[in-house]
């Protein structure tokens, strides 16, 4: 695992990589920074490294609103979010992965390509395209529309 250090890239470099603030949206520009543990989970030092490399959050200057990134780089799970839009994209999380995976067990399917189909899925009953259809993107309203979409697909 490669030990990912911030202070590696340039300033430009970084403000490509920035997602914005899903939180501040419409509200002008919102300044995203990247933060250590430390500052996003000051309790919670277990938090801060993942096998033993360090973990870095996306965090919005602005409302405080952050999003982890992907292990070992700097790039964004997706835009950074409150505790309430955090809430939710667990709930859609918590309510989606189970049913992609479970398609991948009984089908042998690659994990890539059953999420692949399981997002293809969520995108259509979202209304959404494929590439617009990301939990880690989506506002609490939405989180909880695929929870729903979900519990219902469930239940038939
Ligand atoms: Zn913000």
């Known amino acids: 695992m490669i030990q990912v250090d911030p202070r590696d890239f340039t300033p430009d470099a970084l403000r ?9 949206t419409g509200q002008g520009a919102s300044v995203v920074e990247l933060v250590g543990g430390s500052v996003v989970y000051p309790h919670r030092p277990d938090l801060w490294q993942k096998d033993g490399v360090d973990r870095w959050w996306w965090r919005c200057e602005n409302c405080g609103a952050y999003v982890g990134t992907h292990t070992g780089t700097i790039n964004p799970l997706g835009t950074p979010c409150g505790p309430e839009t955090r809430r939710a994209r667990e709930a859609a999380h918590a309510a989606f992965d189970p049913m992609w995976r479970k398609r991948m067990e009984l089908s042998g399917l690659k994990q890539s390509v059953a ?5 293809k899925w969520l995108a ?15 506002s609490a309203e939405q989180a909880w529309r695929v929870v729903e979409i979900c519990r219902a697909r469930e239940a038939a």
């Open 115 to 119: 999420r692949g189909r399981g997002y």
């Open 16 to 24: 490509k990589v920035a997602p914005a603030c899903g939180e501040c």
């Open 124 to 138: 259509k009953q979202m209304g959404l395209t494929r590439k617009d259809c990301h939990i880690g993107m989506m």
